[in-house]
């Protein structure tokens, strides 16, 4: 497909014209944040290459500051192998033993994932030689991620690296656009989402054995170009929480559990316009959803529930200084534990910043020291021992990892 694609989130890091220049488009142009777009950091800078993107990112990084609190400890994270001047490097996901997974720019202008351990020892990881781009690691130490098979189209296909080194690359038969991975569980099964020949979204599971799996569709799933149901996490039990976009473009939030059952639900609250829904972004083993809904004047919120009545009842998580405008708010990624829960949120001057909502539903807005113009890029993963994993960008638009340690 020569054209860009939509997926269900991604918009709300994509609101300001830094993020988003009107050319050269990815593939996967997000309207919600995180859902599938926005898993992979290539896709956040408009897979236009490291350099394009840095001199977009250094003409914003003058528009505003980031400030940083002195009471908090953060471990900055740069691969050793990452051009400096660049790109930089991006973290993603963080483990129970304190493992993070991130991707970086070599000095041949070629993405390449890593992994490194709490002492400090990094794994780099590269797909055939090709651009490789990562997810968030299981507590095992798999991980997963996608890689160009044609740098060109940009026709991406999915890829899984198990504790042991040994890596699988993924393709579903129906995947004409291509496919990219989307969570692994700690019993090693992959869950992505695929592209078909109209452009529309499906999800496929990748299990240890080598068993690919094609899943149906969320009903009410459209079968459009950017339509479709879109997979995000799964959990040990097999449940995978996501969204789906439906023929009018709307999107809605689903619980598919390990039978095939879809629980699909729409947040009090969510819009009903093109582009305005709600999604799950994650469920635990005890039926707590968190996600995300955009209104209907297009402001983002956060928000966690019980999947048995998410239609009904929900506790929203805005952070206090989430603006009010379109295209701003808050964002919950990841929650961990009864309560807890990370993310981002978007300030009325466009700036981004991380978050952390206690399980007293106290919000702590944070950001890294040596931010720039666009803040806290983005906050993925936390464990929990309540280390948060994010990525924030310089005054020179330069990307770091960063951990967030309590």
């Known amino acids: 497909m020569n054209k860009a694609t939509l997926s269900i989130l991604g918009i709300v890091l994509m609101s300001s014209a830094a993020m988003l220049p009107a050319a050269a488009a990815p593939r996967h142009v997000a309207h919600f944040r995180g859902l599938v777009a926005e898993r992979f950091g290539h896709r956040l800078d408009n897979g236009q290459g490291a350099a394009g993107s840095l001199r977009q990112h250094k003409a914003a990084s003058k528009s505003a500051s980031g400030t940083s609190p002195s009471d908090t400890q953060f471990t900055i994270i740069d691969a050793p192998d990452a051009d400096p001047n660049l790109y930089g490097t991006r973290v993603f996901g963080i483990n129970e033993s304190g493992t993070i997974s991130g991707q970086y720019v070599?000095?041949?202008?070629?993405?390449?994932?890593?992994?490194?351990?709490?002492?400090?020892?990094?794994?780099?990881?590269?797909?055939?030689?090709?651009?490789?781009f990562v997810g968030i690691l299981n507590d095992k130490g798999d991980v997963y991620g996608s890689y160009y098979v044609d740098k060109k189209s940009g026709l991406e296909a999915t890829w899984v690296r198990y504790a042991n080194g040994k890596v699988k690359t993924i393709q579903p038969p129906d995947a004409v656009n291509g496919s990219f991975g989307q969570s692994v569980n700690n019993k090693s099964v992959v869950m992505g989402n695929y592209i078909d020949g109209n452009g529309a979204f499906h999800t496929f599971t990748y299990d240890k054995h080598g068993t690919l799996t094609e899943l149906p569709d969320a009903p009410g799933a459209g079968s459009g170009e950017g339509q479709g149901s879109q997979g995000i996490t799964i959990n040990d039990a097999g449940e995978i929480s996501g969204g789906y976009t439906?023929?009018?473009?709307?999107?809605?939030g689903f619980v598919r559990s390990s039978d095939g059952t879809y629980i699909t639900f729409d947040v009090p609250g969510a819009g009903t316009g093109t582009l305005q829904g709600s999604d799950a972004v994650e469920m635990d083993g005890k039926?707590?959803?968190?996600?995300?809904?955009?209104?209907?004047?297009?402001?983002?919120?956060g928000f966690l529930c019980n999947i048995s009545n998410c239609s009904d009842?929900?506790?929203?998580?805005?952070?206090?200084?989430?603006?009010?405008?379109?295209?701003?708010?808050?964002?919950?990624?990841?929650?961990?534990?009864?309560?807890?829960s990370v993310g981002e949120y978007i300030d009325s001057a466009n700036m981004q910043h991380g978050f952390l909502r206690k399980n007293?539903?106290?919000?702590?807005?944070?950001?890294?020291?040596?931010?720039?113009?666009?803040?806290?890029?983005?906050?993925?993963?936390?464990?929990?021992?309540?280390?948060?994993?994010?990525?924030?960008?310089?005054?020179?638009?330069?990307?770091?990892?960063?951990?967030?340690n309590p």
Request: glycine content about 12%; aromatic content about 10%.
């Open 106 to 132: 070599d000095a041949n202008g070629r993405f390449r994932a890593f992994l490194r351990t709490e002492d400090n020892a990094y794994t780099p990881i590269s797909v055939r030689k090709h651009d490789t």
């Open 246 to 252: 439906d023929s009018n473009n709307v999107i809605h």
């Open 287 to 301: 039926g707590l959803v968190s996600g995300q809904y955009i209104d209907s004047n297009d402001v983002y919120h």
């Open 313 to 340: 009842t929900f506790v929203s998580v805005d952070a206090p200084d989430a603006g009010p405008a379109p295209g701003q708010g808050t964002v919950a990624v990841e929650h961990h534990e009864a309560g807890w």
């Open 360 to 404: 007293s539903g106290t919000i702590v807005e944070f950001d890294p020291p040596g931010v720039g113009g666009l803040g806290t890029y983005t906050v993925w993963s936390s464990n929990r021992d309540h280390q948060i994993a994010g990525t924030f960008q310089d005054e020179n638009g330069i990307r770091h990892g960063f951990i967030r």
